[in-house]
């Protein structure tokens, strides 16, 4: 399983439709200050589940959905999709190509697909749970985010381990299992 493409639309500084095709192994993104690098995972991280506008560098909801320009005009929603090669089925979905869609509105509101059908954000976290890059799997390491870590309280740098061990997840079953 890899991710193959990200398409953006609204989102942050990509007023157009912007879609990246990624190949097999690794991938650098340069460019010069300012130009959208972080923004990129930004809206990976959108489409995984993050819910903590302060995570995706902004203070409001608004300020990750295109903001406009002299002229431009801002737009009414943000729509981000992350398209991964299920060929191995790493995700435990039928299809060879899964396709995740987060939709994010001015109200406040949030919207999510998998492969074009609509569903919860639990449904999301849970497909992802498993194998780890979750929005906490810790397969993402923003700016700053080392120095969290190391200054962190010993309770929560347990956590932050558990989660990167994969422990997290039978945690997160076992409160699941207990509401029933
Ligand atoms: P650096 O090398 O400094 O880390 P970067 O390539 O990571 O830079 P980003 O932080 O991804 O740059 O992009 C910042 C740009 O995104 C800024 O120019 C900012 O104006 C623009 N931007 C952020 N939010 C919005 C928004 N809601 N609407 C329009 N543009 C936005
Ligand atoms: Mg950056």
């Given amino acids: 399983m890899y991710l193959k493409k990200l398409e953006m639309k609204g989102f942050k500084s990509f007023a157009d439709k912007v879609v990246l095709n990624f190949e097999r192994g690794i991938t650098t993104i340069v460019g010069p200050n300012g130009s959208g690098k972080s923004n990129i995972s930004d809206a990976v991280r959108l489409v995984l589940g993050e819910q903590s506008i302060k995570s995706l560098r902004g203070s409001k909801l608004e300020d990750i959905i295109f903001a406009g320009t002299e002229k431009r005009k801002p737009l009414g929603f943000a729509e981000v999709s992350l398209v991964f090669d299920n060929c191995d089925h790493m995700l435990p979905l039928d299809y060879s190509e899964v396709a995740i869609t987060r939709r994010i509105f001015r109200s406040g509101e949030s919207e999510f697909y998998i492969n074009k059908t609509s569903c919860r954000l639990k449904d999301i976290y849970e497909l992802f749970l498993d194998i780890g890059i979750g929005k906490d799997g810790y ?42």
Avoid: M, V
């Fill in 139 to 180: 397969s993402i390491i923003s700016q700053g985010k080392i120095d969290e870590i190391l200054s962190t309280k010993p309770e929560e740098r347990r956590r932050i381990f558990e989660e990167a061990a994969g422990i997290s997840k039978y945690k997160y079953k076992k409160e699941e299992a207990l509401k029933k």
